[in-house]
């Protein structure tokens, strides 16, 4: 009977040694969105998001302007995505480089997978006035190019006329 209880007591105090170390596993990355504060061990399942504001600045303003072009669409990936505003007045522009969070700012918001950059492709197309019979010509590509979105950063992109 004492050597029952002797085993026993020993699988017990291995069933309990073994279960109390056992790290929790997640994503130990800070920058993740899925950031697991009390793991231990990573387990490769951090998940990345990453923003992108794009602006311009008078002298892209007042050449839209010129060549009489009125409100404009961003896209990125071909998407209009989650925007804070998608069209934009042309002859509106910014003074100095707004952060993604600021009101009216034509941000972009992308999850990135379990990377922590990946790149994509962007345009701005306009919509131009014809003075001449008053009619609207649209979708004309203006700008074009790829963007690196980086994990937990908002990047900002200057379009330059």
């Known amino acids: 009977?004492?050597?029952?209880?002797?085993?026993?007591?020993?699988?017990?105090?291995?069933?309990i040694a073994f279960t109390g170390c056992k790290k929790k596993e997640g994503c130990i990355d800070q920058l993740a969105t899925n950031y697991c504060d009390d793991c231990k061990t990573d387990d490769e399942s951090c998940e990345y998001d990453g923003s992108a504001v794009f602006?311009?600045?008078?002298?892209?303003?007042?050449s839209l302007q010129a060549n009489n072009f009125l409100i404009l669409n961003f896209y990125v990936n071909g998407e209009v995505g989650n925007?804070?505003?998608a069209s934009w007045i042309a002859a509106d522009y910014w003074t100095i480089a707004p952060s993604c969070d600021d009101e009216n700012s034509i941000t972009?918001?992308?999850n990135l997978g379990n990377v922590k950059?990946?790149?994509?492709?962007?345009?701005?197309?306009?919509y131009k006035y014809n003075?001449?019979?008053s009619s609207i010509t649209g979708e004309i590509?203006?700008?074009?190019?790829?963007i690196d979105f980086k994990a937990n950063?908002?990047?900002g992109h200057e379009l330059t006329w």
Do not use: H, P, Q
């Open 131 to 133: 003075e001449t019979d």
């Open 55 to 62: 602006y311009y600045r008078k002298t892209a303003a007042d």
């Open 1 to 15: 009977m004492k050597i029952t209880n002797l085993i026993l007591g020993i699988v017990f105090i291995g069933i």
């Open 117 to 126: 950059t990946k790149s994509y492709s962007y345009s701005v197309k306009g």
């Open 153 to 155: 950063s908002c990047i």
């Open 108 to 110: 972009f918001n992308k």
């Open 83 to 85: 925007v804070n505003s």
């Open 141 to 146: 590509v203006i700008w074009n190019g790829n």
